[in-house]
């Protein structure tokens, strides 16, 4: 007979259940492969810095995402908590349902994962994976509408403030594919000069209405003023 498993490690590990999709990134996969082998210390991934040029943590919520013009779709075909991935200007995240169980449920198997060794820590990087994105109830709504959260426990305020407290005396993992790659490639995406000057534009005069209206304004009396210009100079040059 093989070795007995705790019931929290059997859970554990169905949401992390190895499932490959077409659109599925090489070496997304890697997680999962090791959640059975028992050897995740040991996966390749690549070697790509978790820190800003200024040695900052990457910290990008969901709406600062959103305003890079960052889409949230669902992943598909997958029953993998960890299959998270960003490509193009897409992130996908796998569908999860919060309501009364879900926070005793991930503290339990976060603690499994910190004091068993060789148990991975897969669900501790998802947590703090959501926790990053997740910094207010405008987070939660953006993941909500798209299709990636669904909640059962009432208000985003609720579910913002679950996944803020479920990491607190945690430390992550930095050699984790979320930390190191998915956080990596969306924060370079962000600093892209083109999307951040497209970001604070949208926080700027996108969220009020007001500061649109004084924007459209602004540009109309531009465009008028230059009007203005080119025929004073025209009928100085090519009188009647």
């Given at each position: 007979m093989?070795?007995s ?9 169905s949401l992390l259940?190895i499932?490959m999709h ?6 997304a996969s890697s997680i999962?492969?090791n959640?059975?082998?028992g050897?995740?210390?040991k ?5 790509m ?5 200024s ?13 890079s013009?960052i889409k ?6 997958t ?10 200007h897409?992130l996908?995240?796998?569908?999860v349902?919060i309501?009364?169980t879900t926070?005793?449920?991930l503290l339990?198997?976060m603690?499994f994962e ?6 991975g ?6 947590v703090?994976f959501?926790?990053t994105i997740?910094?207010?109830?405008d ?9 990636v959260l669904?909640?059962?426990i009432?208000?985003?305020?609720a579910v913002?403030?679950l996944f803020?407290?479920l990491?607190k005396d945690v430390?992550?993992?930095?050699e984790?594919?979320?930390v190191?790659v998915v956080?990596?490639?969306?924060d ?17 005069y ?6 649109l209206?004084?924007?459209l304004?602004a540009v109309l009396l531009?465009?008028?003023t230059?009007?203005q210009t080119?025929?004073s100079i025209y009928g100085?040059?090519k009188?009647k």
């Open positions: 093989g070795p498993l705790h019931a929290l490690d059997l859970y554990r590990k259940t499932c077409e659109n599925q990134p090489v070496g999962t492969k959640v059975n082998s050897d995740h210390a996966a390749k991934r690549p070697m810095s978790c820190t800003t040029r040695g900052e943590d990457i910290v990008r919520s969901a709406m600062n995402l959103h305003e013009r949230f779709k669902k992943s598909t075909e029953c993998n908590l960890t299959d998270i991935w960003f490509k193009g897409t996908r995240l796998p569908v349902v309501d009364d926070e005793s449920t339990n198997m603690a910190r004091f068993h060794a060789g148990a820590n897969e669900i501790t990087s998802y703090f959501m926790d997740i910094d207010s109830p987070d939660v709504k953006i993941l909500r509408s798209s299709g669904q909640s059962a009432g208000s985003d305020k913002a403030k803020n407290e990491t430390t992550p993992d930095p984790s594919w979320l190191k956080q990596t490639q969306l370079e995406y962000c600093r892209n000069k083109w999307h951040e000057w497209r970001a604070n534009l949208s926080h700027t996108f969220q009020n209405p007001w500061a209206v004084s924007l304004a531009l465009a008028l230059i009007s080119f025929y100085y040059y009188p």
